[in-house]
């Protein structure tokens, strides 16, 4: 979806030219002296039941992006409106006391269990906080919510009373997971919450959400850095770099048809396997550069294998693929450089063969 799209009734999310610059302190009098621009001039859409990747390497301010939805950062620019039961409302300019009641709607699943759950309270009082915060129902009917969720998460309400430290990493994310559902939100926001966990305990992590979308009608932002994970749970992809948007698709065409060399990379970077096939692994070369100085013209062009002289000075918009409405990408070579795909169509039909 375009920036200039109009909104309809099945996008819950529309965030629009969005940026957040941290200033730079600097001297004895604490000086402005720059800004890290964490984001910087962001657009996109999220549908009602989708779930939505949001992928990119360290430092590409995916994580920054999901804060700025749930307000733990207020936006130093752009437009963020969320659909309330009163209809679109720009939550990007209200404060505390205004946002309370749309907080309901969007929660936040935290990348760490050990750090995001508090250490000296039990599991049963943390999934409780947000009820307890809201003021919803009593005492005892709060207490019956939590032992419901936490069956519904697969833990059983004989964990009311322990404490984190006492549950395995997986368990303490599906802690998480119920206090995130707790006061039944329509849009969670789930900040890379499988990459601190055995791949084991992924699966079972990423099938508890599945299963709990499909069930309560949820709504996912999905932040992640491991591709193979975003193709397991997301239905479309938005890949960042330095603070920027550089292409949004469906997944599947993401995996067969990247259209932008930053997503060739990473797609690149995913050890393969095709019924005992591998591919050689490819490590994009360089770093990321710094959001306090970016590059002129597009961010990636410094390692960027294809880049011309086009590309060191003009930003490319993003924009549709003329041949593909669903694929908007931000680069000048779009329709001239054909990129490797992550599965050819025989590899495709290999993998669905083997899934069946």
Not at 19 to 43: C, E, M, N, Q
Not at 137 to 163: C, S
Not at 324 to 350: I, M, N
């Amino acid at each position: 979806m375009t920036p200039t799209e109009a909104v309809g009734a099945d996008v819950i999310l529309e965030v629009r030219d969005l940026r957040l610059h941290f200033p730079i302190k600097a001297g004895l009098l604490k000086k402005t002296v720059g800004y890290v621009k964490a984001v910087d001039g962001v657009s996109f859409s999220v549908y009602a039941g989708e779930t939505l990747g949001l992928v990119g390497e360290s430092g590409s301010g995916k994580t920054t992006i999901g804060r700025c939805i749930v307000r733990l950062y207020k936006p130093t620019t752009g437009i963020m409106r969320f659909r309330t039961k009163a209809g679109l409302v720009n939550i990007a300019e209200l404060d505390k006391r205004e946002l309370q009641p749309i907080r309901r709607d969007i929660q936040m699943l935290f990348q760490d269990p050990n750090s995001s759950l508090n250490a000296r309270m039990r599991v049963g009082d943390i999934i409780a906080e947000p009820l307890d915060i809201h003021a919803i129902g009593t005492a005892a009917e709060r207490r019956t919510r939590v032992e419901d969720l936490l069956e519904h998460v697969g833990l059983g309400a004989e964990m009311y009373n322990r404490f984190p430290h006492q549950l395995s990493g997986g368990q303490r994310q599906r802690v998480g997971v119920a206090r995130a559902l707790s006061i039944e939100p329509r849009l969670v926001i789930c900040d890379e919450p499988v990459s601190a966990l055995d791949v084991s305990v992924q699966a079972q992590v990423l099938n508890l959400l599945s299963d709990l979308q499909e069930e309560l009608g949820l709504t996912y932002v999905f932040i992640a850095h491991d591709l193979s994970v975003v193709e397991y749970i997301s239905d479309r992809v938005m890949v960042m770099y330095l603070g920027k948007l550089m292409e949004t698709a469906p997944t599947r065409k993401i995996f067969e048809r990247p259209t932008h060399p930053y997503t060739e990379a990473l797609l690149n970077s995913i050890p393969k396997r095709i019924r005992g096939g591998h591919r050689k692994r490819y490590v994009l070369a360089g770093d990321i550069p710094s959001p306090v100085n970016p590059p002129s013209g597009c961010v990636f062009h410094t390692r960027c294998q294809y880049a011309k002289d086009i590309c060191k000075t003009e930003t490319p918009p993003l924009q549709p693929l003329p041949d593909d409405p669903e694929t908007s990408v931000a680069c000048h070579l779009a329709e001239e450089v054909t990129l490797q795909p992550y599965y050819t169509a025989e590899e495709r039909r290999v993998l669905e063969a083997d899934r069946a």
